[in-house]
């Protein structure tokens, strides 16, 4: 069965980096694209960036570009989301996400991926 897992989150203050996790299982990270969402409190679901499955592309949305990186490890079978120089407004509950579709040269941020993991919190305060 295909499974996403989120790590890595937390309280930081603004200004500072973290580094989510994403762990696969049922699937290797080199079949799929895998996209990167949050959500803050009251808000919609919205994507972050997104890694395609030979991870030689990727695409961030405006909002955190210069910022977050996504990178691939496939001899973990995981997907990073580095950010940087975090804002107040990064506030979220961070998602990755895939699909057994998402397989073309270039990725998007999906909202109609079919395989979510749980979230992880990121919270940045002073």
């Known amino acids: 069965q295909l499974q996403l897992v989120e790590s890595g989150g937390g309280l930081v203050q603004p200004g500072g980096s973290l580094r989510l996790s994403c762990a696969a299982s049922g699937f290797s990270v080199d079949y799929y694209n895998i996209g990167w969402f949050r959500q803050a409190p009251g808000k919609e679901r919205e994507g972050v960036g997104c890694i395609t499955k030979s991870g030689g592309s990727t695409n961030y949305a405006d909002s955190v570009k210069g910022r977050f990186t996504i990178s691939t490890d496939n001899a973990k079978n995981t997907v990073y989301l580095q950010m940087n120089s975090l804002r107040p407004e990064d506030t979220a509950v961070y998602y990755c996400?895939?699909?057994?579709?998402?397989?073309?040269?270039?990725?998007?941020?999906?909202?109609?991926?079919?395989?979510w993991g749980q979230g992880t919190q990121v919270t940045v305060s002073s």
């Open positions: 996400a895939t699909d057994s579709r998402a397989v073309r040269p270039t990725c998007v941020m999906a909202l109609s991926y079919r395989y």
